[in-house]
């Protein structure tokens, strides 16, 4: 048997290989089928190699420890039929058991060792991406794509999800024509594609096209309904582009329909959420009671540190909704698993975790001088937290945020010019830069 790129498959059942090129497509296209459709092509043929692994990625891809039992109960299934695999589906066992192990940076290497000798591997393509993207490293986000490119051709299936996955890379590397022009054919090639249609959000945001970005991403509410939460990052940048045009209510009404948390445990609605309710309130926007029920989970998810951008936004909601008590709790945690070294994302709480999530309690505990000491020094600086520029701008707003507050005003001026140098058309940057100026030396 063999998958959708023609690479063999260990199975007997053609049920159960046809079932999991569904899978590998569903899991491109942010299918909320996905899990279920690994898990029929499982049911198919129970020695199923690459299924059970595609089922850990799955889990893994969760960015909680509250699902890691169940990623390693799908490596040891992988690993328990992987005799007679071939040596494509063993590399494939040997990630994922890296990754479970939180050595992610290993999982990366063999993820491109893969794609050395078999470039059309869209699993490997895809979770190579995925680990890059949450460790911040950029040129090799855009470098995956771009290495196997000239092995895909327009007939196989993913070849647009490629493109997608290549635009993303340009973009956060700062290619930002390559990345519109890659990201716009790859949405023509494969509509279903959200990553492709995301990328060129990105560049519209990073490029303060907030009208075009609206009607990139404006659609019905239910527009994309059978999609996993990721669909809630694409509402979210729609609030954006609204928020960035001055446009409060509409953002604000997004957040309610669209972004909100609404009991998802799921790490990518809680940093949707946070962020979007802590720009508002920057710009001075009554937010209400919203706050309450991220806080809550934040709460009872302490020692959680699946993913470090997800801590920074758990303590937002906590310092906001002013639990302090908990907050500390959660520096302990973060303290207590920055202490050990067996997974690789340990250095990264050590070094920016800890210090981003102490200057966002400081700036709520009214501590401006000292918020600003923490962030100042990872200003530029944060790409290991992972996540993209457009999502860790959040980081940038409190710096200059807390400078102006701690009347650091000629800080602010810097942070301010350097925004406004490298977004000239941020309209909020913009007033600012000129506010604080006029403040400074009494001309706009």
Known sequence: ????????????????????????????????????????????????????????YQFMMYGSFSVLNNAKSALRLADAHAAGTTERERMHVEALRSWTEGRTGKAILIWEQLLSAYPLDIVALRMHHFNCFWTGRQHSLRGGAASVLEHWTEDLPGYGNVLGMLA?????????????????????????????????????????RQQEGIAWLTRPEDHWSDRNPFKGHLWWHLALFHLESGQHDQALALYDRSVRNDGSTFYLDIQNAASLLARLELLGVDVGDRWV??????????????????????????????????????????????????????????????????????????????AVEQFAPLHNNDAPLGASHAQRDIVDQYLIEATLRA??????????????????????????????????????
């Open 407 to 444: 009347r650091n005003l000629e800080r602010t001026r810097m942070l301010l010019a350097e925004r406004v140098t490298l977004r000239p058309r941020n309209r909020t940057a913009l007033q600012r830069h000129k506010d604080v100026s006029r403040r400074i030396y009494g001309t706009g």
């Open 293 to 370: 029920a991220l806080a809550d989970f934040a709460e009872k998810s302490i020692g959680d540190h699946g993913l470090i951008f997800t801590d920074l936004h758990y303590m937002m909601a906590l310092a906001k909704e002013r639990r302090f008590d908990a907050a500390e709790r959660l520096l302990l945690s973060m303290e207590e698993f920055a202490a050990q070294d067996a997974a690789d994302s340990a250095a990264v709480v050590r070094t920016l975790g800890l210090p981003l999530c102490r200057g966002i309690l400081r700036f709520e505990q009214g501590d401006y001088a000292a």
């Open 1 to 56: 048997m063999k998958d959708a790129q023609g690479y063999p498959l260990t199975t007997s059942s053609q049920e159960a290989a046809r079932l999991y090129s569904v899978a590998q497509q569903n899991l491109l296209e942010y299918r909320l089928v996905t899990m279920q459709s690994v898990k029929d092509a499982i049911a198919a043929d129970p020695h199923f190699t690459m299924a059970h692994c595609l089922r850990g």
């Open 168 to 208: 993303f890379g340009y973009e956060e590397c700062g290619q930002y024509r390559e990345a519109e022009k890659f990201g716009r054919i790859a949405v023509r090639h494969n509509p279903q594609d959200l990553w492709a249609l995301h990328a060129v959000a990105h560049v519209l945001e990073m490029e303060d």
